[in-house]
C-alpha cells in the first residue's frame, strides 16, 4: 500500500456517466435517421447539402480552435446537421458554405465556443443565408422526382458567388405532378389552401431538407427524451403553446385560420421545437422559466406566421427566445428550501 | 381504507439516483482484530477537542477513560483496548491537518475485556441530568458530523421538540452499515430511541428507513414498543434522502428555515447507529470504544461490516481486509460525501461510517468541458439552489454573489449537481472552496 501513490479527490467520488460528448454523440444519433429519409426524399443534392455543411462547420470549429481540439465534443457536427436540415435541399452550395461558417465563426467561436453563445449558431446561419439569399432560400425542389439518385438539382453547383440558375423548365422534366413550388405554409397564407395532416406526417410536402416528415421527428426526439439528453418539457411546452394559439384562433375565424393540427406538423415547427429550441447553451435552466421560454416560442412562431411579412417563423421566434433565456432564468430563480420568498 | 395512488412513499423534490453498490447489505456484523497499535485522536467530534488524563507508560483497561470532555460541547474518549500509553503524538486525519493522538500499544495476549464501571439509575432521569449522564458514555453522531449526541438532543431554550426522528435511511452508495445494525440490534436502537426522547422530550420518535431496505423494517416493526409513541415510515430510495432538511420535508412536510437547524421545526434527528450505541453504552454505563463500518469497494477483497476499534490506523484495516495493490483512493465516509485520506496513517473516528478503497481505473479524473446550461445541476439540487448559476460566479472567483444572491450558504454540499454535471464541472468543489474562502474572509475583517 504505502509505495503506491494515493491520490487525494474532493467528494463526490461517483458520477452519473453522462458527460457531453455522450449527450451530444447521442444528438447526432438521433438526427441521422432524419437525414437518411430527407436523402431518400431528395437524393443526391440533399445528401451533398447535408456533407457540406456539416463538413464547413467542423472546419470551421478546427480552425478556429487552434488550442484545443474541440471536434471530440460533436457541438459542431450538431449544429452543421441541423443547418442542413433546415437549408432547401437544393440550395447552392457554395451558400451552404457561408451558411455554415457563419453558424460557427459568428453563431458560436466569437462568443467563446461551447456553452458560450446566445444564440443557436445553426439558426444564427440560417438566419444570415436567409437575408442573403432571399430567392435561394424560397426555392423548393419536388420530393421522389425520378431521377434524384442519379443527377443533381442544377441549383447545387451554382459557381460561387453566382445568382442560382432558373429551375422551372428542370422541375417540368422531373414529370412530378401537381408541384406548385410552394411549401404548405406559403400555399395556406397566399393561397388559403391546408396540406392534409397525412401528408404533412409522412414527409409528402414541399419543404426544407429535414422538415418534411413532422412523425419522423417527433419518433427521433421521443429517443432522445426518453435517454434523457433533452428536455422534454420545452418541445411541450412550445407544440402546446403553439397548439393552443392557433386553436384560439380558429375558435375566432375557422375559415380563414388553419387547424391546430396543421400548425404544428407545417414548416419547421416540429424540428425547431425538438432539436432548436431545446439547444442547453441557449435556453433556460430553472423549471419555470423552461416553461416560459417554450410557451414564448410557441405563441411567437404562430404569430409570426399568422400576422408577419414571412410564412414560417419559427427560427426567428427561437431566436428571440434566446434572446430572452437569460432575462427568463434572471427572474424565475426556484424557491430555495428554508426560504419564504422567491429570490431575484 | 387505504388507496395505493395515494400512499406514495414519501420523499423530497430533486435528487439523484447513483449506483447503490450496497452488496455489503446481506453480510452479517464481523468483529475486526485489534492493531498493535491504537491511535486514539482527540478529536473525534465536533466542538471542543477533548483533553488527555494519560501519561505516557501508563497502563489502561479498555473502556478506561483517558480524556475528559472540556464543557458541555465535547466528549470524553475512553481506551478502545487494554495496553500501554506510548506516546501522546500529532497524526494526520483525514481533513489532512494534524490531530494531537493518544497512541496505545496493545497487550497482545490481553482477554481484552470492558472495564466494568457503575451505571447510574437511569430510570429517575429525565432532560439535561439524563444529557450529562450520556455525556459520560461519550457517543457522537455517526452518520458523520460526529455531533455530540446529547448536546443534539437538549432543545435549544424555548423550543419545543415535538418529534426525534432516527435516520436509518442510509443513502449514500456503498455503506450497509446502518442496514446491517437496523436487522441485528433492532432492540439497542429501540432503547436508544427511550433515552433520546427522554433528554429532548419529544412524545413521538419516526424511525425512517428507505424501501430498498424491507427486511430492516420488517425487523424494526417486531421491535417496536407496545405504546405505538414510535413508528416507521418508509421512505423512496433516493440520494440525499438521509439529510437532515431532505427528510423532515419527506416525513413532516416541513422545511427547517434558511440558516436553522432542526429544532426550529421542533425535530431533532440522531442516526440509529448513534441510538443504538445509546441504547446499548447508556444501561451499562459503559463507554464508546468501537462502531461498526463498512469497508468496501472495488479494490477490497474481503468487503463487509466490521466492529472496529476506534484508533485502528487505516493502513492496518486495508491490510486485513486485503487492499489490493490497485488502490489508489481511500475515501472515509461514502462515494458522494466522504472526504480522501492523505496518508493511510489516518486511524479511525467515532465519525467514521465506510472506508471505501477505489483503484486507477475507477479513479481517472475526466476531462472537463464548460457548462452547457443543461439545467441537469438545478434539477437534481435538493435545496433548489441554482448550481448552474454559482458554478459561472465561482469560476470568476465571485464569491461574495454566490452567497448574497445565490445562497450559497445553504448548500450542503451533498454532491448532486457535480455528480450530474456532464461537462464535470466540480461544481460543490468549488462552492466549498467559496465557502471556506468567505468563512475566512469574515474572520480577518
Known amino acids: 500500500m504505502s509505495k503506491h501513490r494515493i491520490e487525494l479527490r474532493a467528494a463526490p467520488h461517483q458520477h452519473s456517466g453522462h458527460s457531453v460528448p455522450t449527450i451530444m454523440r447521442n444528438v447526432v444519433y438521433s438526427m441521422l435517421p432524419i437525414c437518411g429519409f430527407s436523402v431518400w426524399q431528395y437524393g443526391l443534392s440533399a445528401l451533398a447539402l447535408l456533407l457540406t455543411v456539416t463538413a464547413t462547420c467542423l472546419t470551421t470549429e478546427r480552425l478556429l480552435n487552434r488550442n484545443a481540439n474541440t471536434l471530440g465534443d460533436w457541438s459542431a457536427a450538431i449544429t452543421g446537421i441541423l443547418l442542413g436540415l433546415t437549408l432547401p435541399p437544393a440550395f447552392p452550395l457554395w451558400m451552404a458554405i457561408v451558411a455554415g461558417f457563419v453558424a460557427i465563426a459568428i453563431g458560436k467561436a466569437m462568443f467563446g465556443g461551447l456553452g458560450h453563445n446566445p444564440f443557436n449558431p445553426a439558426l444564427v446561419g440560417r438566419a444570415f443565408v436567409q437575408a442573403a439569399f432571399p430567392v435561394a432560400i424560397t426555392t423548393w425542389v419536388p420530393a421522389f422526382s425520378a431521377n434524384r439518385f442519379s443527377e443533381f438539382v442544377p441549383t447545387t453547383f451554382t459557381a460561387p458567388l453566382m445568382m442560382p440558375p432558373d429551375i422551372v423548365g428542370w422541375v417540368k422534366q422531373q414529370g412530378v405532378d401537381a408541384f406548385t413550388g410552394a411549401t404548405p405554409l406559403a400555399r395556406w397564407k397566399f393561397e388559403n389552401v391546408s396540406a392534409s395532416a397525412h401528408d404533412l406526417l409522412t414527409g409528402a410536402v414541399t419543404a426544407s431538407a429535414g422538415e418534411t416528415s413532422a412523425l419522423l421527428i417527433f419518433a427521433c426526439g421521443a429517443y432522445l427524451a426518453i435517454r434523457k439528453f433533452m428536455d422534454w418539457r420545452i418541445p411541450v411546452a412550445v407544440l402546446g403553446s403553439a397548439a393552443l394559439t392557433a386553436w384560439a384562433f380558429q375558435l375566432v375565424d375557422p375559415t380563414h385560420y388553419p387547424t391546430p393540427l396543421f400548425v404544428l406538423l407545417s414548416g419547421g415547427l416540429m424540428l425547431g421545437a425538438i432539436y432548436m429550441a431545446t439547444d442547453m447553451a441557449t435556453s433556460p435552466v430553472t423549471p419555470v422559466g423552461v416553461w416560459i421560454y417554450g410557451v414564448i416560442i410557441g405563441v411567437t412562431t404562430v404569430i409570426i406566421r399568422y400576422f408577419g411579412g414571412l410564412t414560417e417563423g419559427v427560427m426567428y421566434a427561437i431566436l428571440l427566445g434566446n434572446a430572452l433565456t437569460p432575462l427568463i432564468d434572471r427572474y424565475t430563480q426556484p424557491r430555495v428550501y428554508g426560504t419564504g420568498k422567491e429570490k431575484p | ?445
Do not use: W
Open chain 2, 1 to 445: 381504507m387505504r388507496f395505493p395512488f395515494l400512499n406514495r412513499t414519501p420523499t423530497f423534490d430533486h435528487g439523484i439516483h447513483p449506483l447503490y453498490h450496497k452488496e455489503t447489505g446481506h453480510l452479517p456484523i464481523r468483529r475486526f482484530p485489534f492493531a498493535p497499535k491504537l491511535y486514539v485522536s482527540l478529536e473525534q467530534h465536533i466542538g471542543k477537542p477533548a483533553i488527555a488524563i494519560v501519561r505516557v507508560g501508563q497502563e489502561v483497561l479498555r473502556g478506561e477513560l483517558i480524556a475528559k470532555p472540556d464543557g458541555m460541547f465535547s466528549l470524553p474518549i475512553h481506551a478502545p483496548a487494554t495496553g500501554i500509553i506510548e506516546a501522546l503524538e500529532p497524526m494526520p486525519s483525514d481533513n489532512g491537518e494534524m490531530e494531537m493522538c493518544i497512541v496505545i500499544r496493545v497487550y497482545e495476549a490481553d482477554t481484552q475485556e470492558v472495564q466494568v464501571r457503575n451505571p447510574h439509575d437511569l430510570e429517575e432521569l429525565r432532560g439535561r441530568e439524563l444529557a450529562l449522564v450520556m455525556q459520560e458514555i461519550g457517543v457522537a453522531g455517526k452518520g458523520g458530523a460526529t455531533f455530540p449526541t446529547h448536546a443534539k438532543l437538549i432543545p435549544p431554550a424555548g423550543k419545543k421538540i415535538d418529534t426525534l426522528i432516527a435516520n436509518g435511511v442510509e443513502c449514500e452508495p456503498f455503506l450497509t452499515c446502518d442496514h446491517r445494525l437496523m436487522l441485528e440490534r433492532a432492540n439497542d436502537v429501540m432503547t436508544g430511541i427511550k433515552y433520546a426522547r427522554r433528554v429532548c422530550g419529544a412524545p413521538h420518535a419516526i424511525i425512517a428507513v428507505e424501501d430498498n431496505k424491507m427486511d430492516a423494517v420488517a425487523t424494526l416493526e417486531a421491535a417496536l414498543p407496545a405504546d405505538g409513541s414510535v413508528s416507521i415510515q418508509v421512505v423512496a430510495t433516493k440520494y440525499p434522502q438521509g439529510a437532515a432538511e431532505t427528510l423532515i420535508k419527506a416525513l413532516l412536510g416541513r422545511e427547517v428555515p434558511a440558516g436553522k437547524r432542526s429544532s426550529a421545526v421542533g425535530v431533532v434527528m440522531n442516526n440509529v447507529m448513534t441510538l443504538a450505541y445509546v441504547g446499548r453504552l447508556l444501561p451499562l454505563g459503559e463507554g464508546m470504544t468501537e462502531r461498526v463500518i463498512t469497508i468496501a469497494g472495488p479494490s477490497v477483497e474481503r468487503p463487509g461490516n466490521y466492529i472496529v476499534p476506534i484508533g485502528t490506523p487505516l493502513r492496518f484495516l486495508l491490510e486485513h481486509v486485503g487492499a489490493r495493490s490497485t488502490a489508489r483512493e481511500v475515501i472515509l465516509g461514502g462515494p458522494m460525501m466522504g472526504t480522501t485520506i492523505p496518508s493511510v496513517d489516518v486511524p479511525i473516528t467515532k465519525g467514521v461510517c465506510g472506508v471505501l478503497a477505489f483503484g486507477k481505473k475507477d479513479a481517472e479524473p475526466p476531462q472537463i468541458y464548460p457548462c452547457i446550461h443543461c439545467g441537469e445541476c438545478v434539477n437534481a439540487c435538493p435545496k433548489k439552489l441554482n448550481p448552474t448559476q454559482m458554478g459561472l460566479l465561482a469560476a470568476k472567483r465571485e464569491y461574495g454573489v454566490m452567497a448574497e444572491q445565490f445562497m450559497l450558504g445553504e448548500c450542503f454540499e451533498c454532491g448532486c449537481c457535480s455528480y450530474v454535471c456532464p461537462s464535470h464541472i466540480p461544481l460543490v468543489q468549488q462552492f466549498r472552496v467559496a465557502k471556506y474562502f468567505l468563512k475566512n474572509r469574515e474572520k480577518v475583517t
